[in-house]
Structure formats: C-alpha cells, structure tokens
C-alpha cells in the first residue's frame, strides 16, 4: 500500500503562483512513475505532470513552461512537487496526487483545490 497526503492548494490571481507538495509513503520503494492530475467541474481527471524514478518528466500541453513536475526521495517517504507559476483561470481544478506501483496498482491523494482568480 502507498498512502498520498497533499498540501499547497489555494486561492491565487492571475499570473501568481503556487507549489503544491505530496508525500508519498508505505511501500515507496514500489513506486515507479508519479504524476498530477487535476479535474475541473464538469471535466475528466486529466494528467498534468508526471515523473519517473529514473527523473523523466512529461507535461500537459497546456502547462508547459509554466509548471515543474520535481520529485524527492527521503528514506521512508517520497515527495512529490508541482511548482505552478503564471497561474491562469483555466488552472482552476482540484488536484491530486498520483502514484503507480511497478506492479501496476495505482493510488491517489484525497485532492487539494487550486482556484485562480482575481
């Protein structure tokens, strides 16, 4: 089991930015890809981030060149980062945390909201 506990999420204008954290821990030494996803009212989970054990990132279309996926790992705990800069409306959603095991299993944080506006 892997359990995901987010932090960071808030109310920021346009333009600002925020840096969401999640820390990873149980059977971490399982974990091989981390990732954000984020779901706006009436919308699908989409992927915004992701990385690898090996460092690999990917991004979103939307998100790239504004935010940085980084990833930390702490002896019994691995920290997830998301540092979101030049923050746009559209950005507004609820995000969460993602791991998937080598096996396969795949665990979620319970979500931080993130919301943009003046």
């Known amino acids: 089991q892997v359990q995901l506990v987010e932090a960071g999420g808030g109310l920021v204008q346009p333009g600002g930015s925020l840096r969401l954290s999640c820390a990873a821990s149980?059977?971490?030494?399982?974990?091989?890809?981390m990732g954000w996803y984020r779901q706006a009212p009436g919308k699908e989970r989409e992927l915004v981030a992701s990385?690898?054990?090996?460092?690999?990132?990917?991004?979103a279309d939307s998100v790239k060149g504004r935010f940085t996926i980084s990833r930390d790992n702490a002896k019994n705990t691995v920290y997830l980062y998301l540092q979101m800069n030049s923050l746009k409306p559209e950005d507004t959603a609820v995000y969460y945390c993602?791991?998937?095991?080598?096996?396969?299993?795949?665990?979620w944080g319970q979500g931080t909201q993130v919301t943009v506006s003046s």
């Open positions: 993602n791991a998937v095991r080598r096996s396969g299993a795949v665990y």
């Open positions: 149980g059977s971490i030494f399982s974990i091989n890809v």
């Open positions: 990385i690898s054990s090996g460092g690999s990132t990917n991004y």
